[in-house]
């Protein structure tokens, strides 16, 4: 070939395009890879993104049910916690009540305690206030009888007559105004 015909030839030929022999056989080397990707590689790679996806769908809705089940388990806390707290408020005010209760009775029967020894200590009182007015009225006329031989010069030995001065000088005393005192 001559210088001109390789000239005509390479200007007859597009230097971006390949040689027609070439792109037939590029094309029968992708159809070969293509086919292998899409027997072999393809099913193998959709196996793999299809369990990945099922593993992420599984986590998620494990994640929904274990957000679901705290959301649950919150819901019971808080209930129990209302109702212990109910609990512990009317346990509180039961022992309130008990406390008064018992504070009440200890009370009444503190009252009753004092209000008997009072009594008791008023009868004592009674009893020694009356044993010492007879042993006073005794020693009283006694010594009004003495006093009365004394001063009649003879003995009084009627017993009735013993009774009268005694009764009378007694009735005396306890009805002559108390002298008052000044402090």
Excluded: C
């Amino acid at each position: 070939m001559t210088p001109t015909a390789l000239v005509l030839a390479a200007e007859t030929q597009n230097p971006l395009l390949p040689a027609t022999y070439d792109i037939v056989w590029s094309l029968v080397a992708i159809a070969i890879i293509a086919f292998f990707l899409v027997k072999y590689a393809v099913p193998r790679l959709t196996a793999v993104l299809d369990e990945r996806a099922a593993k992420i769908e599984a986590g998620l809705t494990h994640a929904e049910r274990a957000e679901q089940a705290a959301a649950e388990a919150e819901a019971r806390i808080a209930e129990e916690l209302t109702l212990a707290r109910r609990e512990a408020a009317e346990v509180r005010d039961n022992a309130q009540d008990e406390g008064k209760a018992i504070v009440a009775e200890a009370r009444s029967k503190a009252q009753a305690e004092a209000d008997r020894v009072t009594e008791g200590a008023a009868r004592q009182i009674e009893a020694d206030r009356q044993a010492a007015q007879i042993s006073l009225r005794t020693d009283v006329g006694m010594l009004a009888t003495d006093l009365a031989a004394r001063i009649v010069g003879e003995s009084v030995t009627d017993q009735a007559l013993q009774s009268r001065v005694i009764d009378r000088f007694l009735d005396e005393l306890e009805t002559a105004p108390a002298p008052v005192r000044e402090a």
